[in-house]
């Protein structure tokens, strides 16, 4: 569920790392979101970083949610 908020949070702030890290748990550090992103790459072979991995990502977190 960790992962999920990181990535929802990631897209609602326009992958900007910075701002998605001030957002979740009352701001974590830069490298702990790009640390959680890493691990999300490694677990689903999509990067949350690219464009392309970035659709199919928010497309499974949508689909999750509902």
């Known amino acids: 569920m960790k992962q999920i908020k990181t990535l929802q949070a990631f897209f609602d702030c326009n992958f900007y790392i910075y701002n998605s890290s001030f957002v979740l748990n009352s701001h974590i550090h830069r490298l702990t979101l790009s640390y959680r992103l890493n691990?999300?790459?490694?677990?689903?072979?999509?990067?949350?970083?690219?464009?392309?991995?970035v659709v199919m990502l928010k497309m499974a977190c949508s689909l999750r949610l509902q």
């Open 39 to 53: 691990k999300i790459r490694e677990f689903t072979g999509y990067d949350p970083q690219y464009f392309d991995d």
